[in-house]
């Protein structure tokens, strides 16, 4: 078994695993972005199950598509290199499909401000036309879209609901709002069975390692690694929930299999810690390692969200979700990983 998502469900929930098995295998699975951080290891964890799986990704530089990613089941999964922008290709992919986990997207904040185009095309318009295809080319099939805390923008101190007003910061967090709703408008008006996990700062194996503009945890585990000091902005003291990659890939692979699903959003969230906690964290299970404080950057500052803490007990009561690994524990394995595999992930694939 190549999946270390499984192989965890296996000693801890094997009741689980067994409904996953019975419910993928054999099911035709269609996965945007599928050779990047959470769709590889999603893709991994489906092949394993006897899912017969279709990935697409765009292998823009940039956005972490990696053919390395998959390498424990290349020759159990087909891919396709092609962008969601292309309708055609999109129109043809969705067909004969059962389930499409839609992750595919920007996810750059300061990006999204320097280039708010790009961003709308991939998080918005994109979204429309893959909807447009099922609609009209497969319409039974089941969606799993990928959403973000970014779409809550500044929420203060209290834990954040589904139904918390959402004033994004930025443009990638405006985008995703609309990204989402198109798939609950398609849920409610066609019948098109789609969910949205709205995912907070998830790290782990397979990660893009080459800037820190998609994820800052990952980022501070390379700096780690080579002895760089790591540099946090302001305090430190921002707040974020975490999860690790596996446990992300449980809750997509519960959602799409239980029809409860269909038509609502679930918050992900798992162990809130202040930025500062995290990178002392990493420095323990590392031994050793080294941070200071900086200035935020101009272009990073007006769009600080300040803390962020998920209340993500809908998932827990609806689907029985729950984090399984805890922070140190994912650390530890992120941090063997890179060490392992870093030609593959430091230089450009």
């Not at 290891?41 to 990935?55: E, M, Y």
């Not at 839609?102 to 036309?129: K, R, W, Y």
């Not at 973000?148 to 007003?165: F, I, L, M, S």
């Not at 990073?300 to 689907?319: H, M, V």
Request: glycine share 10%; hydrophobic share 35%.
């Amino acid at each position: 078994m190549n999946s270390e998502c499984l192989r965890t469900l296996q000693a801890q929930a094997p009741d689980r695993l067994a409904s996953f098995e019975k419910y993928y295998c054999g099911k035709r699975v269609l996965i945007t972005g599928g050779l990047g951080f959470i769709g590889s290891t999603l893709a991994i964890a489906l092949a394993d199950l006897g899912a017969r799986v279709t990935l697409v990704d765009s292998m823009i530089p940039e956005y972490g598509g990696n053919l390395f990613n998959i390498s424990p089941v290349r020759d159990r999964v087909t891919v396709n290199i092609s962008d969601v922008r292309d309708r055609s290709s999109m129109n043809y992919l969705v067909q004969g499909c059962d389930c499409l986990f839609n992750l595919a997207g920007t996810l750059s904040h300061v990006d999204s401000m320097t280039d708010p185009f790009t961003d709308l095309e991939i998080n918005c318009v994109s979204q429309l036309s893959i909807l447009e295809a099922c609609r009209r080319h497969n319409p039974g099939i089941k969606i799993g879209f990928a959403g973000t805390r970014g779409q809550y923008g500044r929420t203060g101190p209290d834990p954040v609901r589904e139904d918390t007003p959402m004033r994004p910061v930025d443009v990638n967090g405006i985008n995703n709002v609309a990204g989402e709703a198109y798939h609950l408008l398609y849920h409610e008006v066609h019948g098109i069975r789609a969910f949205s996990l709205r995912l907070t700062n998830t790290y782990g194996p397979r990660h893009q390692m080459r800037h820190h503009r998609q994820g800052v945890l990952n980022w501070f585990l390379r700096l780690l690694i080579e002895g760089k000091t790591v540099k946090l902005y302001g305090n430190g003291r921002q707040i974020r929930d975490t999860n690790y990659v596996d446990d992300v890939v449980e809750a997509f692979l519960l959602a799409m299999a239980d029809d409860r699903a269909a038509g609502q959003v679930f918050n992900l969230g798992g162990e809130p810690v202040s930025l500062m906690d995290f990178v002392e964290q990493a420095i323990r299970v590392h031994g050793g390692g080294s941070y200071e404080l900086v200035e935020y950057p101009a272009e990073a500052k007006p769009i600080e969200i300040g803390d962020y803490r998920a209340d993500w007990s809908r998932i827990r009561d609806t689907l029985g979700w729950h984090p399984r690994v805890a922070l140190a524990e994912g650390i530890a394995r992120t941090l063997e990983y890179y060490k392992q595999h870093r030609q593959h992930y430091w230089d450009t694939p």
